[in-house]
């Protein structure tokens, strides 16, 4: 036990023993001898401390820098509690400052000042005298009573923290107190903070300090309005680790160059407010509703309409707050913008926070005008209208909001039509009456009536965007209008209804028009018209859109025909279609519906998938469960059908799923389903009353067959719908198909299925591009007459035996999408390289050389399944053809399906020969060249001085211009993977015959080093001096996001294959990143982390046993794998990247600090002159240090050495760049001293911790990654690993594990992030980073299965 001071133990002030507290050292300090003092406390039982800090077992500070400051915590029954901040003021926190010998109290922070708490709260309206010796001889509420939340910890801070009291502050004029104007308090005067260099982290320290969370934005530009009082503070400039506002670097207090026009605000994320400053709609009266406009860079700009549909639009409703997305209107509908256009090809899954979550070209590129626009209307909820004093919320007096300001409406003019306008805004059904004269009370006196004289034609998305006049004086609240709704849930269910089918949400489509009802002709009928159907009935989304009477033939009139929404309509009535009545149809064509929102009425809460769960049920518009009496599979039948969810496969009892929420009721007993009903409601059932609680809830598992309809089937990757690669929907994860057996006939149930008329082909060969996901289905075998997909027989699920290169692709005779030409490479020994010829008009013909590029020969490689594209020879390099030259000055971007494709002049067009006959070689040629070129004097036939046959003589290149490109070029053409440098100086000695070669310019897509620019065959005024060398390597790293990072992949005798991941570790790691000259090693990564190989390359390596200083990954021991390993066991690895060109100085750790780099083998400083978050990005990448944190400037971390020179001005990266050396920058001359030199900040790098244990030698094991804290997964946790921790930590030994793991003692569940899954180590590494392992954040694992570890210093 450690008691501090040698023959001392530590006592708390007051005790009879003695009468200090703090350490054993100085006067009135009390010694007693160590065994005296061991015998009272035996037999009294007083508590010993087992730390520096006195009494620290019952009391604590904690979540600060200092322990004499923090969130006060109190030890009670053996657990750790808080206290709260009820009375809580600056003598009781001077009594815990004297209890833990920390001087006076500077103040009592109360508000979570310290971070909220996670355990009991222990201590409520403590109020001490003063005088006390600890805390717990204050008056205060018994133990464990209190009416507080964790928002209201109480906090210290004491006088030897050695942190300066912080100023007061608030948040003013908000709608919350975590969101508002900047206001502190100094001097006893309150003022506000100028906006100059306010941000994001400025704003987080505020919102920490407040308790409030963390920032959502930090506005500023007066957005709460303007100050009156002093401007206190300007030019912040937080770093985000701050306590409090004051602690951060400013202008001094009350200097400023500021307005109130400036003032800053904040929004915490628990104030309650969807923060709305980045986004917003324009022109028109409701904020739900306009033109769309972003902020970026500090100025609004529009967003185009290309690809402009609902989902985007369901975004931008959901982050304003604005409830659902009533239509996402194109062409400028609000009115044309006059800023920047923004973004443009925005793509949102739907499930986006923000509209900046998702995918779109990056900021300001686009090929819009302001005529392309895009809006939204959103439902507006009740944040623009609502209906109060009513029997429900679809029943009451009308209130709108007009310009912030709630009112009521006056009943002139009020009708049935306006209604339905409140009805549909509100999702509550149709309009069942318009009430006048008060009739649920009159509004507030102090609230204006804001409408009279209302003129709607019923259609309208908002009230608010219905003519209407003033009504200044001319109405009183007596004259409140009034509605009522018939809170259906179903919008508009009364002209249009779907018929003779399982539930109300599928079947036939019906229209009510001229009072009697009619079908819908299935021409031109597809998933957009089907999906307004289903909104407009409020039945969610739209599954499929099947014709041919799928649902049986009407008998009535056909109403409609040649339906065409775009899909953002209100109703069905809204979509372009012939006149009513005109068609040239029978009722064999009559269309139908299924839509997803059966689940109106029924849904399985808490399973695994939305096919099995606890059985919930809408009754009367409330939600309740049903009770397991008498609940059997006849019931759970009529579940799945309704939700569609295939077959019934097991009926629940006893809450299984979990019980439902206490204050839900149970609102069924004894349900006695026939199995053949539409929907559960429909059976009959007995009220329950009291005789089931939640402990008997019925649960329900379908068969969930995986594929409902359409709505689970897309074709992706190419500019129509009706052509692309085959993706199914499967557990709510799309996937694709592989291509076994694809044929025409899947092709054409596919094209029928999504209304795309006939299949034209069914490509095979990821033909559309490779998916990234689940390969759902196998083995598809179509007769092609079936109705859907699902029809046909399959192997589902995700195992199979197929790769992304076998993706199956699908082209629709509706797709506008001509047939890709054939295409053919001649004149080589591979059907993967040679002469490109294609077919037209039945006749094969060539493709001239003419703006002849790699991407170009990219899209012939993808379109033959050849692989990539390793170059684009010209000048007829395989031979001239002899027929017609089809093809000029083709211009590929690279993303095309088919060389056909893509841009060129017209077929037949040209001014070429055919000794401009373009060639391709593709990566699975197999081809290399090795004859005319060597690499002399090396380490191996991949490395040395660069020699070339010539006139049946070799000779030397010189290093004239000699650059990577060129190396890569040779590289390539030896077969020896990529070149890491291109070295000149006769690196690799001087040769004796002729120099052949001078001034190479290669581009880098030439098969040769004879086919790139160069002076004439021996033409050069170089000497031996200057022969050019090369280093290839044979070890590759890919899949990763650079270079630098993926799986590993090695050439053994000249075959490519991977490496099992069986004993790879950090040693390994490092010698393939000295290979590839890719910095140190930072992660041995298991488990096909980046991906498995392709199924064609063999595992080539297995227990590979490197050294660390090994030359090539080649000379290192391994064994054969024979057939020991698989592809899923692929080994990877991640290397620090280029860091030998940049470092991190003078920061308080390895990713922070001055950014220093190195060019020609100087060492300097970059100036700050145009330094951005973006350039950090991509220092922080190349250093592995996480994501960027922050971009500073003016010497913040300390000045450079005067004799090191500054490098680089106005550095201008993307972000994407793998190292800072490779961004575009200019030479700073004498434009930069020293105090310009620019800093970069980067999340803090890996560390570990052992959590919630008696000491810091054991506890729950949580990781440090990306700044963040998370846990361990058990799986394959071993003693080695154990041991590793204990090393790194400095605890000795760790304590063996018990026999069986679930034995092994835990400390609580973590929370949060499970960083880090299967770790291996060898037991020799310096740090649990260096242990083989998974991906960050990869595991298979919940929090039950954090690993703890215990090492022997305890």
């Not at 309409?305 to 409830?323: E, F, K, S």
């Not at 909820?381 to 300001?405: F, K, M, Q, W, Y």
């Not at 599954?543 to 339906?563: K, N």
Request: proline fraction near 4%.
């Amino acid at each position: 036990m450690n008691m501090g001071f040698p023959g001392c133990l530590l006592l708390p002030a007051g005790h009879p023993l003695g009468r200090s507290s703090a350490a054993c050292a100085g006067a009135g300090k009390t010694k007693i001898p160590i065994l005296l003092v061991w015998l009272w406390a035996s037999m009294t039982g007083f508590p010993m401390t087992d730390s520096d800090i006195p009494e620290l077992t019952q009391l604590r500070l904690v979540n600060s820098l200092n322990r004499c400051a923090g969130r006060v915590e109190v030890l009670h029954n053996q657990q750790w509690g808080t206290v709260c901040d009820d009375g809580w003021d600056i003598t009781d926190a001077g009594v815990v400052c004297k209890q833990l010998g920390c001087g006076t109290a500077l103040s009592a922070p109360r508000g979570a000042r310290f971070g909220r708490g996670s355990d009991r709260v222990w201590l409520d309206e403590v109020n001490c005298a003063g005088t006390e010796a600890a805390l717990s001889d204050c008056k205060t509420r018994p133990w464990g009573d209190n009416d507080c939340t964790h928002k209201e910890d109480a906090g210290v801070v004491c006088s030897d923290s050695g942190i300066s009291e912080v100023a007061q502050i608030r948040l003013v004029n908000g709608s919350s107190r975590c969101a508002g104007r900047v206001e502190v308090l100094p001097n006893q005067q309150w003022g506000t903070v100028c906006d100059d260099n306010w941000d994001l982290q400025d704003a987080g320290v505020v919102c920490r300090q407040l308790g409030c969370g963390t920032a959502l934005s930090a506005p500023g530009g007066a957005r709460f309005g303007r100050g009156s009082d002093h401007i206190w503070l300007d030019e912040v400039h937080c770093a985000g680790t701050e306590v409090a506002l004051s602690d951060c670097r400013a202008e001094p207090w009350g200097a400023s160059n500021c307005d109130h026009g400036e003032d800053a605000g904040v929004v915490c994320s628990d104030a309650g407010i969807s923060e709305v400053a980045q986004i917003r709609l324009v022109n028109s009266r409701s904020h739900c509703a306009g033109r769309v406009e972003v902020l970026h860079n500090q100025q609004w700009g529009t967003v185009c309409d290309d690809n402009w549909d609902l989902q985007d639009a369901g975004v931008v409703c959901r982050q304003l707050g604005c409830g659902t997305a009533l239509s996402a209107p194109r062409g400028a509908r609000f009115g044309q913008g006059s800023d920047r256009i923004w973004l443009d090809e925005v793509n949102c899954t739907g499930t986006e926070v923000a509209l900046s979550d998702c995918r779109a070209r990056p900021w300001g590129e686009n090929n819009c005008n302001h005529r392309e626009d895009a809006g939204v209307v959103c439902s507006g909820t009740s944040s623009d209208v609502r209906l109060v004093g009513g029997p429900h919320r679809c029943a009451g007096r009308v209130e709108v909001r007009l310009d912030g300001r709630w009112g009521t409406v006056c009943d002139d003019g009020w009708g049935l039509s306006d209604v339905a306008v409140v009805c549909r805004q509100l999702d509550c059904g149709t309009a069942m009456e318009a009430l006048s004269g008060k009739v649920f009370g009159p509004g507030n006196e102090s609230d204006p009536v804001l409408m009279t004289n209302v003129e709607c034609q019923g259609t309208e998305a908002a009230l608010g965007s219905c003519p209407y006049t003033d009504p200044e004086d001319l109405c009183q609240h007596d004259e409140d209008a009034g509605a009522r709704c018939q809170d259906a849930g179903i919008s508009e269910v009364a002209q249009i209804r779907l018929a003779n089918g399982p539930s109300r949400c599928a079947g036939r489509v019906e229209v009510l028009h001229n009072q009697q009802w009619g079908t819908v002709c299935d021409d031109g009928w597809d998933l957009q018209d089907a999906g307004v159907v289903c909104r407009q009935l409020g039945c969610g989304t739209a599954l499929s859109a099947p014709g041919g009477a799928r649902f049986g033939r009407g008998s009535d009139r056909i109403w409609l025909d040649d339906v065409n929404c775009t899909g953002t309509e209100a109703a069905l009535s809204d979509c372009r279609a012939r006149p009513w009545g005109v068609n040239n149809c029978t009722h064999g064509e009559d269309a139908g519906v299924v839509c997803s929102g059966a689940s109106s009425d029924v849904r399985l809460i808490g399973g695994p998938h939305r096919c099995a769960g606890r059985v919930e049920v809408r009754l009367d518009g409330r939600w309740g469960t049903v009770c397991d009496d008498g609940w059997d599979l006849g019931d759970v039948a009529v579940v799945c059908r309704q939700l569609g969810c295939g077959k019934a496969m097991e009926a629940l009892s006893g809450k299984v799923f979990g019980p439902g929420n206490e204050s839900d009721p149970v609102l069924m007993l004894n349900v006695q389903c026939q199995g053949t009903e539409a929907a559960l409601g429909s059976c009959p059932y007995m009220d329950p009353g009291d005789h089931c609680q939640h402990d008997e809830d019925a649960g329900a598992r379908c068969q969930d067959a995986g594929i409902s309809e359409v709505a689970q089937l897309r074709l992706v990757n190419s500019r129509s719908r009706c052509a692309g690669r085959v993706e199914v929907l499967h557990n709510q994860q799309w996937g694709t198909v592989c291509d076994d057996g694809w044929d025409l006939q899947d092709a054409g149930v596919i094209c029928r299925q999504l209304g795309c008329g006939t299949a034209l082909s069914a490509p095979r060969g990821a033909r559309f591009g490779r998916g990234s996901d689940r390969i759902w289905l196998n083995n598809v075998n179509c007769a092609g007459t079936e109705v859907a997909l699902s029809d046909c027989r399959i192997w589902l699920g995700g195992k199979n035996n197929c790769n992304h290169g076998e993706d199956a692709g699908v082209v629709c005779s509706d797709s506008d999408i001509s047939e890709p030409a054939q295409l053919r490479l001649v004149n080589s020994r591979s059907r993967c390289a040679g002469r490109v010829e294609v077919l037209h008009n039945q006749q094969w013909g060539t493709v001239c050389d003419d703006s002849w590029d790699i991407q170009d020969a990219l899209v012939v490689c993808r379109q033959l399944g050849c692989g990539t594209a390793l170059s684009a020879p010209g000048r007829a390099r395989f031979g001239r053809g002899s027929d017609r030259i089809w093809l000029d000055n083709v211009n590929c971007t690279g993303t095309e399906a088919a060389l056909s494709d893509c841009r060129a002049q017209p077929w037949g067009v040209n001014n070429c020969n055919h000794g401009e006959d373009a060639g391709v070689v593709c990566s699975d040629a197999g081809i290399s060249e090795v004859a005319q070129i060597r690499l002399a004097n090396g380490p191996n036939h991949c490395a040395g001085r660069v020699e070339v046959l010539h006139n049946q003589q070799w000779g030397t290149v010189c290093d004239d211009s000699w650059d990577l490109q060129d190396a890569g070029v040779v590289c390539r053409q030896l077969g020896c993977g990529t070149a890491l440098s291109a070295l000149g100086g006769a690196r690799f000695g001087r040769g004796s015959d002729r120099i052949w070669l001078a001034n190479v310019n290669c581009r880098g897509t030439e098969v040769a080093l004879s086919d790139c620019r160069t002076r004439p065959w021996g033409d050069n005024n170089c000497t031996h001096g200057e022969d050019a060398g090369v280093v290839c390597t044979d070890v590759r790293l890919v899949g990763g996001p650079h270079r630098c990072a993926g799986r590993v992949e090695v050439r053994l005798d000249g075959l490519w294959g991977t490496v099992c991941d069986d004993g790879w570790g950090l040693s390994d790691v490092a010698v393939v990143c000295r290979q590839l000259g890719c910095g140190p090693a930072m992660e041995a990564l298991s488990g096909k982390v980046f991906g498995p190989g392709p199924k064609s390359e063999p595992v080539l390596m297995m227990d590979v046993q490197c050294q660390g200083t090994e030359a090539a990954l080649g000379s290192c021991q391994y064994m054969d794998p024979g057939d020991l390993c698989q592809h899923d066991e692929d080994a990877g690895a991640r290397c620090q990247g280029a860091s030998s060109d940049v470092r991190l100085v003078d920061g308080p750790h390895r990713c922070a600090g001055r950014v220093e780099v190195r060019l020609d083998g100087r060492w300097g400083t970059v100036c700050d002159d145009g330094w951005d978050i973006s350039d950090v990005a991509v220092v922080c990448r190349q250093l592995g240090c996480g994501p960027a944190m922050e971009a500073l400037s003016g010497k913040g971390f300390r000045p450079g050495v005067k004799s090191d020179p500054v490098l680089m001005r106005n550095v201008q990266c993307q972000g994407t760049e793998a190292v800072l050396g490779s961004c575009p920058n200019t030479d700073p001359g004498d434009l930069c001293q020293h105090d310009k030199d620019a800093g970069a900040r980067c999340k803090e790098p890996f560390a570990l911790r052992l959590a919630d244990g008696p000491g810091k030698c054991s506890g729950r094991l949580e990781v440090r990654y990306d700044g963040l804290w998370g846990t361990v997964c058990d799986s394959d946790w071993s003693d080695t690993n154990a041991q590793v921790v204990c090393r790194e930590l400095r605890c000795g030994q760790a304590k063996p594990l018990a026999p069986k793991l679930q034995d092994w003692p835990r400390f609580r569940q973590g929370t949060g992030k499970i960083w880090l899954d299967n770790i291996r180590c060898k037991g020799t590494e310096e740090t649990l980073q260096n242990c083989a392992h998974h991906f960050w954040g990869y595991h298979n694992c919940t929090h039950q299965k954090d690993i703890s570890v215990i090492c022997q210093d305890n």
